[in-house]
């Protein structure tokens, strides 16, 4: 018998989420029917959507995430003793499953594949920029920007998981990248590390002036990771026919009630933009090829990838609301 931990969500979370609204519950796994895996978690994800999708869940709920996990036990013949895996099953020491098929509804559940072949990378990759993170970046902007070489391309969130991806393969695309980060040292990172022209801090500057100085040209792409009052700066001075690819919203996801923004209708209306949401899972079926070309970039040198790791089981909650918070440059992970 092994003895697994596996951390609960036992109130919803309001406002700032709480170690409280936690528990860390402890039980013995049975033992492996046919087709099923024993994992040994070894990385852990903690990301903005644990936040977003809180209330969509009856509670108590087991804490869904990323991870990373060994094969130390089977009875499945394609994954032998020793295989690494993905899977969604959360923040859990331990754990069996069964490769899935995904159902798709409100809040897919379930999803078990292989590691792709990171080529000696490091597997934590698995949870980030070569995991779900990485396939945001790459479909959400691609996809929905559609860059060509030359045009201004702005993010949000830049220094994060995603935000710092999507700014390198604009990079890639042969386009001019300005970004927004919370911080002078994310900010330096990105210009000095990372090849962005420019990037500015949104808690010191002036967001109308810094983005007219930057981007005299205008902007023809917007990847919004933030929203709020930042976007609409932004969305505000887009080119003809901009392209805006809706990521997420960090800015309000501890608000209680959505906070209140200037209107896009005039620039969607008379610059004629794009404006489209996505959920990454639109590409799962694709997502290996996102993988092969993410892990190329890497392996080439293109695309540079930083880890914010916190050690520790025990220190998840921490590593959660220090995202939340900001602490991370890259992908926040925990290592088990
Ligand atoms: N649509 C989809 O399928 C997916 C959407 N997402 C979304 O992408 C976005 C980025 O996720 P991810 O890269 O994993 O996370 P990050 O690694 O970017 O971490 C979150 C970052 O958000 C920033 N942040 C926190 N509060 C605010 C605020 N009030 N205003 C602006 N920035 C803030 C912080 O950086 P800073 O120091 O710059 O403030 C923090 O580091 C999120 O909105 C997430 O929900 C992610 C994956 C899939
Ligand atoms: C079977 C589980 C798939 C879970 C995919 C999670 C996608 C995260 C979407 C994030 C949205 C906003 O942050």
Avoid at 32 to 47: A, P, Q, R
Avoid at 221 to 231: H, P, Q
Avoid at 259 to 278: C, D, H, W
Wanted: charged share 20%; aromatic share 10%.
């Amino acid at each position: 018998m092994v003895k697994a931990k596996k951390w609960v969500v036992k109130k919803y979370f309001d406002g700032v989420p709480k170690k409280s609204d936690f528990e860390i519950v402890e039980y013995e796994l049975p033992s492996l029917k046919d087709g099923e895996i024993l994992l040994k978690t070894e990385w852990i994800s903690v990301d903005p959507y644990l936040r977003a999708y809180n209330k969509n869940l009856p509670i108590p709920y087991d804490q869904f995430s990323f991870q990373v996990g060994v094969v130390q036990e089977t009875k499945n013949p394609k994954y032998p003793v020793g295989t690494k895996v993905v899977t969604h099953e959360g923040w859990c020491d331990y754990v069996i499953v069964k490769e899935t098929q995904i159902e798709i509804g409100q809040f897919p559940k379930g999803l078990t594949y292989k590691l792709p072949d990171l080529q000696g990378l490091s597997p934590s990759l698995g949870v980030g920029a070569v995991g779900m993170p990485g396939v945001t970046a790459y479909f959400g902007f691609l996809e929905l920007c559609q860059p060509k070489a030359g045009e201004t391309v702005v993010v949000t969130g830049a220094a994060g998981a995603v935000g710092s991806l999507v700014g390198q393969i604009a990079k890639i695309k042969g386009c001019k990248v300005i970004g927004f980060a919370g911080s002078d040292e994310k900010c330096q990172w990105l210009e000095k590390e990372l090849g962005f022209d420019k990037a500015l801090n949104y808690k010191k500057v002036d967001a109308q002036s810094a983005l007219k100085a930057a981007a005299p040209q205008g902007v023809d792409c917007y990847f919004d990771n933030v929203g709020g009052e930042l976007s609409s700066v932004i969305i505000g001075q887009m080119n003809i026919r901009g392209r805006v690819a809706v990521c997420g919203s960090i800015s309000a996801y501890n608000d209680k009630q959505l906070p209140k923004a200037t209107i896009l209708q005039p620039s969607i209306v008379f610059k004629e933009l794009r404006i489209e949401g996505f959920i990454v899972w639109r590409w799962l079926g694709r997502w290996s090829e996102g993988f092969t070309q993410l892990v190329s970039w890497i392996k080439s040198g293109q695309l540079k990838t930083a880890e914010h790791t916190t050690v520790g089981f025990d220190k998840l909650f921490d590593a959660f609301i220090g995202m939340l918070a900001g602490e991370n440059t890259g992908k926040a992970v925990v290592q088990v």
